[in-house]
């Protein structure tokens, strides 16, 4: 990293990030657990959690990088850069500009939440299980396999869960949120990361040479997700603890106006097809 480089220390900062997160619980834990004044472990409370906010310099301005879809097939998309960005909401993990992609539902099938229920096996959604493709040729500079494939959380049941228990993969670092993954180094500053992975289904290990088209795994259901579903983004590092999520396009694939997935939210998707960049819930073809 130069010492001239535009957001040095905001880079420096954001990749402590796990250093910042266990501070904040530990503070917290320590001031519930002792007689130290509140003021004290407060205020290291609220300093690590200032720290934790810190992100890398956003790159939301510069001109979209072309690259092939990472799926085959019919797919809809779900947080998409071209409905909002940060498109997940948040810029950590240099996911300002991610993707999740994901089977459309059913013809005919009618959005629903439950109040209960929603922890279904892996194995029954039609997404888990698709092949990954590398997005352009490059080389392999991250695997992470050992992560299981964890039920669904689809009900406000199985979300209280995701969101207060499962809130805690922060503290376990990368591995802990974006689950089995590869992160592939394309150069020029621009690396792809392939999110969610299913256990033991990356075919690729660092130091590996890829194609694009190259199948270096399966859709799983690893890490903090809902259900089995791909998350993709590229970013300018290839750590996500300071990496800055880059703007991009897909190359090939088929957009239709008016084909979008019903069978996700009730409210009519209004948005204009985005050449190259489904919206929330349009539907591609690759």
């Not at 409370?45 to 879809?69: G, K």
């Not at 909401?89 to 500009?97: A, P």
């Not at 992609?101 to 209960?116: D, E, K, M, N, Q």
Request: net charge positive.
């Amino acid at each position: 990293m130069s010492a001239n480089e535009p957001g040095r220390w905001r880079r420096i900062v954001s990749g402590l990030f796990l250093v910042w997160a266990w501070g904040f619980a530990l503070a917290v834990i320590v001031g519930l657990v002792t007689d130290l004044p509140f003021s004290l472990t407060g205020s290291l409370a609220v300093l690590f959690f200032a720290l934790a906010l810190v992100r890398a310099p956003r790159r939301d301005d510069e001109p979209p990088v072309e690259v092939a879809s990472p799926v085959r097939g019919r797919w809809t998309v779900v947080h998409s850069p071209a409905s909002k960005v940060p498109s997940h909401g948040v810029r950590g993990y240099g996911q300002s500009h991610a993707v999740d992609i994901i089977h459309p539902r059913p013809a005919g099938t009618t959005p629903s939440y439950p109040l209960v229920g929603g922890f279904r096996r892996p194995e029954g959604f039609s997404s888990f299980g698709r092949p990954v493709h590398a997005v352009a040729d490059g080389e392999v500079v991250r695997v992470v396999t050992w992560c299981r494939d964890h039920r669904s959380r689809t009900s406000w049941l199985a979300f209280v869960y995701l969101f207060v228990v499962e809130g805690f993969r922060d503290l376990g670092g990368a591995p802990g949120v974006v689950g089995n993954h590869v992160t592939i180094d394309h150069g020029n500053g621009v690396h792809s990361l392939y999110a969610h992975l299913r256990r033991g289904s990356v075919r690729v290990a660092v130091g590996d040479r890829v194609s694009a088209g190259d199948v270096i795994g399966e859709v799983g259901n690893s890490g903090n997700t809902s259900e089995p579903h791909l998350h993709f983004q590229l970013m300018d590092r290839p750590s996500v603890m300071n990496a800055a999520g880059l703007p991009f396009r897909f190359t090939g694939i088929r957009q239709r106006e008016g084909d979008v997935d019903r069978g996700w939210s009730r409210a009519e998707p209004q948005q204009a097809i985005v050449p190259a960049l489904p919206a929330n819930f349009q539907i591609f073809e690759a």
